[in-house]
DNA sequence: AGTGCCGATGTCAGTCACTGACAACAGGAG
DNA sequence: CTCCTGTTGTCAGTGACTGACATCGGCACT
């Protein structure tokens, strides 16, 4: 039902990201990927406030998927134990999307204006964390560090899987955090 | 002997905070930055790559003395305890330039481009981090893990000393090591 | 002094991201 | 058949940048 609504915003993400992988994201411009969908630019812009959107519409998919998970964690775990539990919890998401997620991922690497896009929906899943784990009862400043902290290790682990599926997502997962641990252990004083 | 050379871009970058603070970030023209300083928009672009970076030219001043810290930090430091030394030896440099940074975040807070250079330019220290690590004969994966984590705490300590100076910086810095020992240790099965 | 070089700036034209205003058009509800 | 609403096209305009070229004020070398 949204298939068909949501038709033109499909493949203007599509044809967007084909267009970049050839040309470049600089090398494209907003009226080439509307030219190849058969739309004009205004309409582009209707369907994203700006270009580099375009690529970041499942931003909201996985914040749905970890807010909804840190809800749904056991209640006697902390605040860090919750996260590395969400974390877990959507791994099959991540898997399942690997084939769209990892030729992007690549893109946005190489492309520093995405690339900061990309830091900035880091940074509002974080906030998102940070409400999650609020509502838990964590006190504010410990709920955004604990956030924080957990974010750089998951983001860690998926880059490195990203990157290189050798071992797989939740193997990247484990280690991560089990390093997370010693890391901080061994500068415990 | 750099006074008379960059003078411009000195008034450039004063011209813009004040503009910025006055009309705000978006309803300022580069040319009116320019204009206020007697030169015109193509010289503000010949000192500035783009409109954001004239808030941003103090970071290689940071990460220039992160880096430095980080090679003079006691060998017998782990890599997470190197950074919190560092980040530690750092605090001077911080504090003298509250008055001026203290503003500057205040503005790139509830400026949304603004916040995503920003992130950006945290991005870039941490990846110095992770190579300044490295010349210690720290492994990539785990500089990068450290990195990641120590700059969670550090920008968490710094952001919340910026809105609020009551415990001073070192206080954060040190509550905060500490509580992100405390989350982590907690996490630790 | 004269000459030549160089770095910083001005000028100008052009591209492209993005926006507001208004018109056109299609399908659905009444 | 008509009204309503949501999507798109059209057009004009602003502002961030960029490349090319001219200018100008030292500064060095002779």
Redesign the interface.
């Given at each position: 039902m949204d298939r068909l609504e949501d038709d033109v915003r499909v493949r203007l993400r599509q044809a967007a990201m084909a267009l970049f992988e050839e040309r470049g994201y600089e090398r494209t411009t907003a009226a080439a990927i509307a030219a190849r969908v058969g739309v004009t630019e205004r309409t582009f812009f209707r369907h994203f406030p700006d270009k580099r959107e375009v690529l970041f519409d499942g931003e909201a998919v996985l914040r749905t998927a970890l807010t909804a998970a840190i809800a749904e964690a056991p209640g006697a775990l902390?605040?860090?134990?919750t996260l590395?539990w969400s974390f877990r919890s959507i791994r099959p998401l991540l898997e399942n999307n690997r084939h769209y997620s990892e030729p992007r991922h690549a893109l946005i690497a190489r492309t520093?204006p995405l690339?900061?896009?990309e830091?900035?929906k880091t940074?509002a899943l974080t906030d998102a964390l940070v409400d999650a784990l609020r509502l838990r009862g964590v006190a504010d400043?410990?709920a955004?560090?604990?956030a924080?902290?957990g974010?750089?290790?998951f983001?860690?682990a998926v880059i490195?899987w990203l990157e290189d599926p050798e071992p797989g997502l939740g193997e990247r997962l484990e280690r991560?955090?089990a390093?997370?641990?010693a890391?901080?252990?061994?500068?415990?004083h």
């Open positions: 902390g605040p860090l134990a590395f520093p690339y900061e896009r830091l900035a940074a400043l410990r955004a560090l604990a924080r902290t974010m750089a290790a983001g860690h490195a991560t955090f390093e997370t641990v890391l901080v252990a061994e500068a415990g």
